[in-house]
């Protein structure tokens, strides 16, 4: 990575620290006491972490880490999302991680979403079993590369609407739309991930007013306080699109205030040496004017029918038989070549894998807290 590439993650990363805490304490004001959610009784009580072997730190949360985990029973690989109810207690945020998991069991049926295949808990901590997409994020790719030639971002763009337009349809709103959050699998096609900032129920005309999401990221109306909708992941996606043709996002600054002041007024800048397509696909998304946006009045029909993506057949898309522009060259289902190594030089404690008594005083206080986080897809053997 260069050097102002990993000043960019270092600055990305405290910016995106500032904005979950920003964002709790406006939810905290919002929201009455959510420790007393009930959520069912448990689907699978016989899953548990001496179930795998972790063998590396993949990536890392708010609320806990990623791990890359070898099945013991059947030598199979997955990303385990292990979350410390502790931290989520104490900010207040099951019903945000219980969104997650709903969001997740939907998310199956779309070849550009991560699949979960199970979850599970224990006294101290939830267990989330995904795939493991081992591409790389877009952004590791990114830093590397500085930017992506159209014909490659068209390609990334094209994936990321069809499971953007996808989870709208669901009436679910993505809300953390960023590079970090896509991946790259095996062959270079999109799995978009980290579902913990979705908000469901938002139809069509329907809004909502949570400060959430990742600074560069933000649409106007977010940083305005105001009511909005769906059209914010078309805004995102503008962002991720102008960062892959040109290297940053289209208002970034070192100074947060002062690019929060460049997202409300600056006018977007589209220096040269790009396709009059691609410019009018970036000025679409990135209308300030959410009413007036890209997918304001159609959604992905507006998106998908754009003149920048006139070489796409979203059918052959959406059933992979598009080769992807570049290929991450993975050398099998354990490889972690490309993950950050910021993640994957991090040593794998040891209590990850334990089944911890059920003694302490946190077991008592959570064991309402989590009830029907597990979860069993059927059409898998897993006990």
Request: net charge neutral; proline share 7%; hydrophobic share 35%.
């Amino acid at each position: 990575m260069t050097k102002m590439g990993l000043q960019v993650h270092k600055e990305r990363n405290l910016h995106r620290v500032f904005t979950e805490v920003k964002g709790t304490i406006m939810q905290r004001l919002r929201s009455s006491s959510s420790s007393d959610v009930n959520l069912g009784p448990s689907d699978n009580p016989h899953a548990r972490p001496t179930d795998f072997d972790f063998l590396a730190v993949i990536g890392k949360g708010t609320f806990g880490k990623v791990l890359l985990a070898k099945r013991k029973c059947d030598g199979t690989f997955y990303a385990v999302k292990v979350l410390q109810k502790k931290i989520i207690l104490k900010k207040k945020e099951q019903k945000n991680i219980m969104a997650e998991r709903n969001v997740l069991l939907k998310s199956l049926k779309h070849p550009f979403l991560v699949g979960l295949h199970y979850s599970f808990q224990t006294p101290e901590k939830l267990y989330f079993v995904l795939d493991y997409v081992n591409g790389g994020e877009l952004f590791f790719h990114l830093q590397r590369e500085r930017c992506f030639p159209e014909p490659r971002a068209r390609f990334y763009t094209a994936e990321v609407a069809s499971a953007i337009g996808y989870l709208h349809s669901l009436n679910i709103v993505y809300r953390d739309l960023k590079p970090e959050n896509i991946l790259l699998d095996s062959v270079g096609h999109v799995v978009l991930t980290d579902f913990g900032l979705c908000k469901e129920g938002i139809e069509p005309e329907s809004t909502t007013s949570t400060f959430c999401g990742t600074p560069e990221y933000l649409a106007p109306e977010v940083l305005k306080k105001q009511p909005y909708d769906r059209t914010v992941d078309w805004w995102c996606l503008g962002v991720v699109l102008y960062e892959m043709l040109y290297g940053l996002p289209p208002f970034y600054s070192r100074d947060v205030s002062e690019m929060y002041d460049s997202i409300l007024h600056k006018p977007l800048s589209l220096p040269g040496g790009k396709s009059p397509a691609a410019c009018e696909l970036l000025r679409g998304l990135l209308q300030k004017d959410p009413h007036r946006r890209l997918g304001a009045i159609a959604d992905f029909l507006e998106v998908k029918n754009q003149p920048f993506f006139s070489s796409i057949n979203w059918d052959d898309l959406y059933h992979k038989r598009i080769t992807p522009p570049y290929n991450p060259n993975v050398k099998g289902p354990a490889d972690t070549q490309n993950i950050d190594p910021e993640f994957t030089r991090e040593v794998v404690s040891s209590s990850v894998g334990c089944t911890p008594e059920l003694t302490s005083s946190l077991a008592a206080s959570s064991s309402n807290a989590f009830m029907g986080f597990s979860y069993v897809q059927s059409d898998d053997n897993f006990l």
